[in-house]
Nanobody, 138 residues
Framework: ELQLVESGGGLVQAGGSLTLSCAIS???????????IGWFRQAPGKERERVSCLCRADGSSYHEDSVKGRFTASTDNDHGKSTASLQMINVKPEDTAVYYC??????????????????????????WGQGTQVTVSS
């Protein structure tokens, strides 16, 4: 079974930067191309919300308006390790939340799977990491 382990969270001042990592294990590096990677966050008392979506099958990606231009999702599949990252710059206090990475199988064939028109909801993802806390101080 796939396992996802996030790291990189912590306390950061507003305007600062942070990079979250998600180490993925349990499949071959070739199989990584079959998956869509989502980043989500959940602040206290709020519902889990989408942050970004990245489909390795068709190369599409989408970042929600709340983070667009400040957060960048990426993946790496080198040296036998599969990882997803979320680079965060110019962070704001409202970015404070527990951040989760998640995986789901991408439909085949697919074109522009992650887009404004559509991107998967949290319930559509099969595998989840344990979450990492990001706290932004003002």
């Amino acid at each position: 079974e796939l396992q996802l382990v996030e790291s990189g969270g912590g306390l950061v001042q507003a305007g600062g930067s942070l990079t979250l990592s998600c180490a993925i294990s349990g499949f071959t590096t070739d199989e990584f191309d079959d998956y869509t990677i989502g980043w989500f966050r959940q602040a206290p008392g709020k519902e889990r919300e989408r942050v970004s979506c990245l489909c390795r099958a068709d190369g599409s990606s989408y970042h929600e308006d709340s983070v667009k231009g400040r957060f960048t999702a990426s993946t790496d599949n080198d040296h036998g390790k599969s990882t997803a990252s979320l680079q965060m710059i110019n962070v704001k206090p409202e970015d404070t939340a527990v951040y989760y990475c998640a995986l789901k199988k991408s439909p085949r064939p697919t074109v522009n799977y992650c887009s404004l028109k559509y991107r998967p909801e949290p319930w559509e993802y099969t595998f989840w990491g344990q979450g990492t806390q990001v706290t932004v101080s003002s």
